[in-house]
């Protein structure tokens, strides 16, 4: 069973598993993983899958800081994708390559990519807005609504601590100079 995903169809890599042992059952099958490399919170995997029909491979990387699963489980997901993307070469796919578990993985980080702004992002929009409200001589406003709101007019250390609500933070300093300005 394929899962439609955008219009698209994709197997899970535990169908893509079952598949090939179904139809390889009295002939050559071998699946294999190598851990390529897991530094810097990078996770790469090399799987082999070795039929009657030839030697196909495919490879995958995780980032261990991006996404809920990957936190815990980068090994596994990693190692899981690239025997995914062997089968695919295999010709043990749905329509597309990919399986329903990578394009779902894909989706998922681009949701949080969109939702969470990063810390030297955040630490930048603060020093551009700081650069508005001085050019407008709002420069005082500015620093004390930063300690005020957030304990302290350090833009580092609110970055530090409130980047993952960066937007909420940036558009309530955009109303305050767009409130200052007027004056």
């Given at each position: 069973m394929t899962i439609n995903i955008h219009g698209k169809e994709y197997k899970t890599v535990a169908e893509r598993v079952n598949e090939i042992h179904d139809i390889q059952k009295d002939k050559q099958l071998s699946?294999?993983?190598?851990?390529?490399?897991?530094?810097?919170?990078v996770v790469v995997f090399k799987a082999t899958v070795t039929t009657s029909q030839g030697v196909f491979t495919g490879h995958a990387y995780e980032d261990e800081t991006r996404g809920q699963i990957n936190k815990t489980s980068a090994l596994e997901?990693?190692?899981?994708?690239?025997?995914?993307?062997?089968?695919?070469?295999?010709?043990?796919?749905?329509?597309?390559?990919?399986s329903a578990n990578e394009v779902q993985n894909a989706i998922h980080q681009?949701?949080?990519?969109?939702?969470?702004?990063?810390?030297?992002?955040?630490?930048?929009?603060?020093?551009?807005?700081?650069?508005?409200?001085?050019?407008?001589?709002?420069?005082?406003?500015?620093?004390?609504y930063l300690e005020d709101t957030y304990g302290t007019n350090n833009i580092s250390q609110i970055a530090k601590e409130r980047y993952k609500a960066a937007d909420?933070?940036?558009d309530s300093l955009m109303e305050l100079y767009k409130k200052g300005k007027k004056k």
């Open positions: 699946i294999e993983t190598e851990l390529v490399s897991w530094a810097d919170n997901n990693c190692e899981t994708s690239a025997i995914g993307r062997a089968l695919a070469s295999a010709g043990y796919a749905g329509s597309e390559f990919a681009q949701s949080e990519t969109k939702k969470m702004t990063s810390k030297v992002q955040f630490e930048e929009r603060l020093k551009q807005a700081e650069i508005k409200f001085d050019e407008v001589g709002l420069t005082a406003t500015f620093l004390k909420a933070v940036i």
